[in-house]
């Protein structure tokens, strides 16, 4: 039989009618993704809002009597589970892996349009269930955001009784959401590719979100395991994870469970997490490079093959995040070697961004801004993530800013540069209009500048030995004045950037009507989703016709060829032959 | 979690030598001669339906092999609390009654394919109504059980008995509204037996599969 895309064959399109079918109850891939990413976008505000409160209180430590200990654990648990997951992990799966795999893989829609869309409204209600948090009696859990038993179910730890319930249900909704969009992203990538798009034709970004999709569908049943478990151990009283613990003078309710137990599950999940995280914003800062640096990606297979390795890599290490939690001293050894085996693939890819940039053609655009910050802070928090992967360093560093910082440099700050870069790049294609240029410029210095004025000074209080989820400081000995200080100023660098994201937050919203059209391509790149034929793509992407693909995603600067890109689906008679014919090395 | 880990390296491998190994050794950047190689590639033909089946039992499978790594961990770290469960003696009834049911699918199966349409009908609702059998047997053991006083919070292996019945009940619950899907739309009158053919296809693979699974937590189980 010859071969026949899936989106060509003949099914009918749900082409929607009415205002609600086209932009609320909407099974569109585009429109779904930008619910997503709204959502997400919002929800990553309240987090915001708390790590400002939590700064104002480390920082000012006397002068808001309104942020009692207990909110204080609150805003740092709260803050932490939204920004991981409510916010990063939904904004590049539910986000930009929505947005862009159907349109980089020259598909009409993902294959499973209705789950899709039931997708997000299930992220929708895991949303609002964690929000209700907020408004039961205790208020929302404290137990910190690895939600470790005993503590986060004992009476003590504030939102003890509902807030953890809440938590974990809310946790439960969310990966029934995942999983369903997960199905599709990995169903979409592996069947919907248009004629001609052979996987190593793939742009990386499809890569880096496909390969976060997989390890998501495989690492978030752990959370649900835990999370189910421990949902029995609070409501019905199960001991699965809950010792006998003599609490407030009460005797024992539990006895027997192994706190242990959950924090291997937990970081069974919790370590994929880290690369669900990383790896979209690996393959969308390589397009963002070797489109903005005019250059073909250097080691193009090299990448694919890294972005796998260390998906399969990241499911053997997750007890370096337990060298302190009492476990068998002879697996910190284990679980060291493969933590630095894993520094071997992640260093390929940064060489390769370094080199994709050797020698282009650098337009220093803000999406490339952003995309160059990203190997900086990538390098730095990834420096420092050598330090923690051994068990005799880690074991002092552990609790303190030391580690705070290290996360908030690689998966913190390095995967949000990639988000904005991500949003200036593609918000021409998603609106039709460019965002402002020099509010985007504005943004990038100060968030670049800034973040690192939060975060570097936080390795020094770490090596001086500062503990973090300290509430406050006072009373302390070993703590001298000059952390006091260095406080105080990461507090004001740290409002200082908040406020920044509210011209980014403008630019947003002012350019979408006042925005300079954007034409349809207006980064001249070769990828797929620039050559549709209406800006912003219209339902079905395509118009009549599939696209064909003839090349991969990065001839740009072919010598001989007219322009200095030319796109995927080019026809070869049309464009020069690229690649090793003219002598172009990869 | 070692099994967990196993899982996650075996489909690794699958995954990466079946699958990838040998088209991630093309080199993209040359571009080929004629457009006649680039008719030949692009995605398979399989039906994306059965794609998403195969991902989602994955899934269930790293859900499942988790459940049973808690299970012998919490064993294995018990300090004198752990105590064997009987199972209950009805649970060889239900599985009989599972076993029949995936039975029932699988003839439905090949019914469908040899184009037979009254032997699919007995096949699926068959399969369907020993699947509620399965499902009816499964809580009156859970009866039987807080009859005599064993409740979840009664000891950590009772509570694990009830969680994966209760976690596989669920699934396939799951399973029988795609089911009763199926059934409707073969009750719709002037239905083509050829549009039936994926749902029953992919009900017998799920069915199979939860079959499998059940097999692998009743012998967890017994061996408490």
Not at chain 1, 519 to 529: C, I, K, Q, V
Not at chain 1, 533 to 555: F, I, M, Q, S
Not at chain 2, 16 to 34: D, Q
Request: glycine share 10%; aromatic share 14%; hydrophobic share 55%.
């Amino acid at each position: 039989m010859a071969f026949v895309a899936i989106a060509d064959r003949d099914h009918a399109l749900h082409d929607p009618q009415t205002f609600i079918t086209k932009y609320i109850w909407s099974q569109d891939h585009k429109v779904i993704a930008i619910q997503y990413a709204i959502t997400a976008i919002a929800i990553g505000l309240v987090a915001l809002g708390m790590s400002v409160l939590m700064r104002l209180q480390l920082g000012f430590p006397h002068f808001f009597s309104i942020i009692v200990p207990n909110n204080y654990y609150q805003f740092i648990t709260m803050h932490g589970m939204i920004m991981v997951i409510y916010l990063l992990t939904a904004l590049f799966l539910g986000g930009f892996g929505n947005y862009l795999i159907p349109l980089m893989c020259g598909a009409r829609d993902m294959v499973f349009p209705y789950m899709n869309m039931i997708s997000y409204w299930v992220y929708l209600v895991a949303v609002l269930v964690l929000v209700a948090a907020f408004f039961v009696p205790g208020g929302p859990t404290g137990a910190g955001w690895t939600l470790y038993p005993p503590q986060a179910v004992l009476p003590g730890t504030p939102g003890a009784s509902w807030g953890i319930v809440l938590m974990l249900l809310s946790l439960a909704i969310f990966i029934v959401a995942f999983t369903m969009g997960g199905l599709n992203y990995v169903t979409t990538v592996l069947q919907a590719r248009c004629r001609g798009m052979t996987l190593l034709r793939m742009p990386l970004s499809v890569w880096g979100i496909f390969m976060a999709t997989v390890l998501g569908l495989l690492a978030f049943p752990a959370l649900l395991v835990s999370a189910v478990m421990m949902t029995l151990d609070s409501v019905v009283g199960t001991s699965f994870f809950l010792p006998a613990v003599v609490s407030m003078g009460q005797p024992p309710t539990h006895s027997g469970g192994s706190p242990l137990l959950f924090q291997h599950l937990f970081w069974f999940f919790g370590h994929p997490e880290v690369y669900i995280v990383a790896l979209p914003a690996f393959g969308i800062v390589s397009d963002l490079l070797s489109t903005h640096a005019r250059r073909h990606i250097f080691g193009y297979r090299m990448m694919v093959w890294a972005i796998l390795a260390i998906g399969c890599l990241s499911f053997v290490v997750w007890a370096h995040h337990m060298y302190v939690s009492g476990m068998n001293p002879y697996f910190g050894f284990f679980f060291a070697t493969t933590t630095l085996i894993i520094a071997v693939p992640t260093a390929i890819k940064v060489y390769n961004w370094v080199l994709t940039l050797w020698r282009g053609d650098i337009h220093l655009t803000v999406p490339m801004l952003f995309a160059i910050g990203f190997i900086f802070t990538f390098v730095n928090g990834g420096l420092t993530g050598l330090f923690l992967g051994n068990v005799t360093v880690d074991v002092p560093l552990s609790a303190t800013y030391f580690v705070v910082a290290h996360f908030h440099m690689v998966m913190g700050v390095s995967p949000i540069l990639v988000v904005f870069g991500a949003i200036y790049h593609w918000y021409p294609k998603i609106t039709g209009r460019m965002l402002n240029d020099t509010l985007g410029r504005i943004h990038f210095w100060l968030t670049f500048v800034g973040t690192y004025a939060i975060y570097l000074p936080m390795h020094y209080l770490g090596i001086m030995g500062v503990p973090r989820r300290y509430y406050a400081f006072s009373g302390t000995n070993f703590i001298p004045p000059s952390a006091e200080w260095a406080n105080t100023a990461i507090t004001i660098s740290a409002l200082f950037v908040a406020a920044v994201q509210m011209v980014f937050l403008f630019n947003l919203i002012w350019s979408l009507k006042n925005g300079k059209p954007a034409g349809s391509n207006p980064w001249r790149a070769t990828t797929l989703e620039w050559q549709t034929p209406d800006t912003p793509p219209k339902h079905g992407n395509w118009g009549a016709k599939l696209p064909v693909v003839y090349r991969w995603a990065y001839d740009y600067s072919v010598p001989g060829a007219e322009e200095d890109f030319i796109p995927q689906n080019q026809p070869l008679e049309a464009g020069m032959a690229a690649g090793r014919a003219h002598g172009i090395k990869p | 979690m070692s099994l967990s880990v196993a899982f996650v390296a075996l489909l690794a491998g699958v995954v990466v030598w079946g699958l990838l190994a040998r088209r991630l050794t093309a080199k993209p950047w040359e571009t080929p001669g004629s457009t006649e190689e680039v008719e030949a590639e692009g995605a398979e033909g399989l039906p994306p339906a059965k794609v998403g089946l195969w991902t989602l039992l994955a899934v269930i499978t790293s859900l499942f092999g988790l459940f049973i790594s808690a299970y012998w961990m919490r064993m294995e770290h018990a300090h004198g609390d752990w105590s064997p469960l009987a199972v209950p003696r009805l649970l060889w009834l239900n599985t009989a009654l599972l076993i029949l049911s995936s039975g029932g699918m699988q003839w439905a199966r090949a019914a469908a394919r040899r184009g037979q349409a009254d032997r699919l009908r007995v096949g699926l609702a068959a399969g369907g109504v020993l699947a509620w059998a399965f499902l009816a047997g499964q809580l009156l053991a859970w009866r039987q059980l807080s009859a005599s006083g064993y409740f979840m919070a009664s000891s950590p292996a009772i509570a694990f008995f009830y969680l994966l019945t209760g976690v596989h009940g669920l699934h396939l619950l799951g399973g029988l509204l795609v089911w009763g899907k199926t059934v409707v739309r073969m009750a719709h009158a002037g239905v083509e037996l050829i549009d039936l053919r994926l749902s029953v296809d992919l009900c017998t693979v799920y069915w199979h599969y939860l079959l499998l699974v059940w097999l692998v937590l009743f012998t967890v189980l017994l061996s408490s």
